[in-house]
């Protein structure tokens, strides 16, 4: 499984910058090894969000999500892969006092799991942050929306831009990260006009998730696209139904188990054979 002793070749971050208006990025979440291997064969980057909370640890929202987590499974994730760009999420709490703050934590989760980029939450209020990153050599990716370690102040996650009086405020939000020199942004959960705008309105891609197709790439959570969770947001397209098939085979087993057809002599040592 691990790749690390291969001459490894990544997608880097001017490559993905240099995609504005081009060919679609296509973009996924993943966790660990396996699925991250996978994966890397047909996504330009991979991210490794912070998501990961919710989705592997059960928890309500990505607020408790601490940075040793996140570099566990980012390590996994670049071990698993050889091809396309990692980015880390910096999870709450861990970048938004300072920017010096920001940078040690940043820098921190760059050594110890070895990816190429973080992504940060946040639109004007971040820009001083992501500036101060950029030019320190730290890649950052930015998010703006819908931004779910906002959640307690915005209220649940909420689709962004219902109202459109605050489109420019979402606007100034991805010119002040573009500006700050973020090498892309994530555009979440937005109305679908809005999405277009703002890619309209900035020179670096813009990677939707529950916005628009006109973005420059896309991004959707690993397990909810492969229909490994029971419920999912509207925006998401199940690819797969893992769910289901997981339990199919878990119910076959305990099944076996229980008649004794499992384990059967192909699964079993023994001199006769
Ligand atoms: O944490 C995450 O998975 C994310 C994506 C939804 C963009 O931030």
Request: charged fraction near 20%.
């Amino acid at each position: 499984m691990s790749v690390q002793n291969e001459m490894i070749r990544r997608i880097t971050v001017p490559q993905i910058r240099d995609r504005k208006g081009g060919e679609p990025i296509v973009s996924l979440t993943s966790y660990h090894a396996h699925t991250a291997a996978i994966v890397d064969q047909h996504a330009d980057f991979i991210l490794v969000g912070d998501s990961l909370g919710m989705v592997m640890h059960g928890m309500q929202s990505t607020v408790g999500v601490p940075i040793e987590l996140m570099i566990v499974h980012g390590q996994a994730v670049v071990r698993g892969t050889k091809r396309a760009l990692i980015v880390v999420d910096m999870p709450f709490g861990t970048y938004e006092e300072s920017p010096n703050m920001a940078f040690r934590n940043a820098a921190k989760i760059m050594k110890e799991t070895q990816c190429q980029a973080v992504k940060l939450e946040g639109g004007a209020r971040m820009a001083e942050t992501i500036k101060f990153l950029v030019e320190r050599g730290i890649p950052v990716m930015a998010h703006i929306g819908l931004t779910p370690q906002s959640t307690n102040v915005m209220g649940g996650f909420k689709t962004q831009g219902r109202d459109e009086e605050t489109w420019n405020m979402h606007i100034a939000d991805a010119k002040a990260v573009a500006e700050a020199g973020a090498f892309a942004v994530v555009v979440e959960g937005v109305m679908e006009p809005l999405a277009d705008q703002i890619t309209a309105a900035i020179d670096i891609p813009t990677i939707g998730i529950g916005a628009s197709k006109n973005c420059d790439g896309q991004i959707l959570v690993l397990e909810d696209m492969l229909g490994l969770n029971p419920w999912v947001p509207k925006f998401v397209k199940k690819y797969g139904a893992l769910g289901p098939a997981i339990e199919d085979a878990v119910a076959q087993y305990a099944d076996e188990v229980k008649s004794r057809a499992f384990p059967g002599p192909e699964n079993v040592y023994n001199n006769k054979k």
